[in-house]
């Protein structure tokens, strides 16, 4: 039985699951000036929604769907190119599965903990986490949807003191599109791994790998 309260819980920025600490790309587009007001917040957000925000849904969704957890992290780092990003959606993983293993205990959650001592990638973990708490595809895919524009829209207002009201007016307006976008990743995890989108966003994976770079940042992607 699908619990509401469980997909509180792991779409509380406050589980700890690590997403706090990355920006989403959003650091980045701040310092190349992309990024100046609530308009580009929007703009970047939407972009990244359907792209990596759909690729990654689809994975969790195929997770919690049941889906082969090895053939979905294999498919996950097909659909990373950025080496910077891969390290980041293990690292985020790694610590998402920490988090998981101590609120939902699971046996496939330890299974795919032993297998992936260093991290799968995090929507795959998610997936599985969504699972084990009891939920489905459709609250797996909703839940990586938020965090996809979430996430930066919570760093903008830490890098640029942006007003938060505006960041979360930001967030409602594409509340539609996160459903649609949700709507659309588990439809395709339905069908099974190959038919798992690929959309790409390839200025985030340059930008990445410039931010990996970097001496001094305030996010560590």
């Not at 829209?153 to 830490?158: G, L, Q």
């Not at 505006?166 to 949700?182: I, K």
């Not at 190959?194 to 940042?217: C, K």
Request: with cysteine; aromatic share 4%.
């Amino acid at each position: 039985m699908t619990s509401r309260s469980a997909l509180l819980v792991l779409a509380d920025g406050r589980f700890p699951a690590g997403g706090h600490a990355h920006s989403g790309g959003a650091e980045a587009a701040v310092r190349a000036g992309r990024i100046t007001d609530a308009a580009d917040l929007e703009a970047f957000c939407r972009g990244r929604l359907h792209t990596t925000g759909l690729t990654s849904a689809a994975l969790a969704a195929g997770a919690a769907h049941g889906l082969d957890p090895y053939e979905l992290d294999a498919a996950a780092d097909a659909r990373t190119p950025s080496p910077a990003l891969r390290a980041a959606a293990r690292r985020l993983g790694r610590q998402l599965m920490r988090a998981a293993r101590a609120t939902w205990p699971s046996p496939e959650l330890d299974a795919l903990a032993a297998a992936f001592p260093r991290g799968a990638h995090q929507p795959v973990v998610l997936g599985a986490t969504a699972r084990a708490a009891g939920l489905g595809p459709e609250d797996a895919a909703h839940c990586v949807a938020y965090e996809t524009v979430g996430g930066p829209a919570t760093a903008v207002v830490r890098l640029l003191g942006l007003d938060p009201y505006q960041a979360t007016a930001v967030l409602a307006r594409l509340a539609p599109e996160m459903d649609g976008v949700a709507e659309r990743a588990v439809a395709a995890a339905r069908q099974g791994v190959d038919a798992l989108p690929a959309a790409s966003a390839p200025l985030l994976d340059i930008t990445a790998e410039q931010h990996a770079a970097w001496p001094v940042r305030l996010f560590a992607s």
